[in-house]
C-alpha cells in the first residue's frame, strides 16, 4: 500500500533510487487497475488520497521523484462515464467509438483482440484490449479537454509525471492500422497537445 512505501523510502534512498514509478493507483474493478473508474482519486486497496499527498512530500524530501501510471486510452466498462455512454442522447455517448453501419465487427484490434464488443443497450463499441477496457474518442474535443486536466491535477498533487499507458493505441485501433502513417501522425498531434497542456503546470514533468 502507500503508507508501505512511504515506510521504504529511506532504504530506497540508501540504495541511490532517485524516482520511483507507481503502476495504477487509481479506483478500479480488477487486480491489475488498468480499468479505471474514478481518474481523480485513489483505490482505497492502497490507502487515502491523504496517504498519497504524505507519500509525495516524504520522496520529494528525500530528492525522490515520483511518477505514476495514467492510463486514458480506455476507462473501466464500469466507469460512470460509459454508463452515461449507453444513452445516446447523454453527451458521453460520444465520449466513446461506437461501430457504424459499414463496421466491421469481425475486425481484430491492434493487440490482436476482438476489436468490437456488445453494450448492455445493444450498440457495440471499440475496445482494443478487452470487453472490460472500451476506447475513448480522442476525435472528441471534450476528452482532449478532461484528459490534459486530469494530468494537471496530478501535477498539481505533487507528481513528476507519467508514464503513459498504451499511448500509441489512442488511434492505433485495429490490426489493419500498424505502420500507418497516418494513424502516427494522429498519435503524435494529441500528445503534443497533451503535453503543452501539462507543460502548463509543470514544464519539468
Known amino acids: 500500500d502507500l503508507n508501505g512505501v512511504t515506510a521504504k523510502l529511506d532504504y530506497l534512498q540508501s540504495l541511490g533510487v532517485s ?34 499527498e504524505h507519500l509525495l512530500v516524504a520522496a520529494h524530501q528525500r530528492g525522490i521523484k515520483v511518477i505514476m501510471d495514467l492510463v486514458i486510452n480506455h476507462t473501466s466498462s464500469e466507469h460512470p462515464w460509459f454508463k452515461a455512454a449507453q444513452n445516446p442522447s447523454d453527451p458521453h455517448h460520444d465520449w466513446y467509438s461506437w461501430a457504424g453501419p459499414d463496421t466491421d465487427l469481425h475486425a481484430l484490434s491492434a493487440t490482436g483482440s476482438p476489436a468490437w464488443h456488445t453494450a448492455p ?52 485501433n485495429l490490426d489493419s ?10 498519435n503524435l498531434r494529441w500528445w503534443s497537445q497533451f503535453m503543452h497542456g501539462i507543460d502548463t503546470v509543470n514544464p519539468r514533468a
Request: hydrophobic content about 40%; proline content about 6%; charged content about 20%.
Open 121 to 172: 443497450n445493444g450498440q457495440h463499441y471499440l475496445g482494443v484490449f478487452t470487453a472490460d477496457m472500451p476506447d475513448l474518442n480522442y476525435d472528441n474535443p471534450a476528452v482532449r479537454r478532461e484528459m490534459i486536466a486530469i494530468g494537471q491535477f496530478w501535477l498539481r498533487k505533487g507528481v513528476d509525471g507519467f508514464r503513459l499507458d498504451a499511448a500509441q493505441h489512442i488511434y492505433l
Open 177 to 186: 492500422q500498424w505502420n500507418d502513417a497516418a494513424v502516427l501522425r494522429q
Open 19 to 52: 524516482g520511483i514509478w507507481l503502476m495504477p493507483i487509481n479506483p478500479s474493478p480488477s487486480y491489475h487497475g488498468y480499468d479505471i473508474t474514478d481518474y481523480e482519486a485513489i483505490n482505497p486497496q492502497y490507502g487515502s488520497m491523504a496517504d498519497f
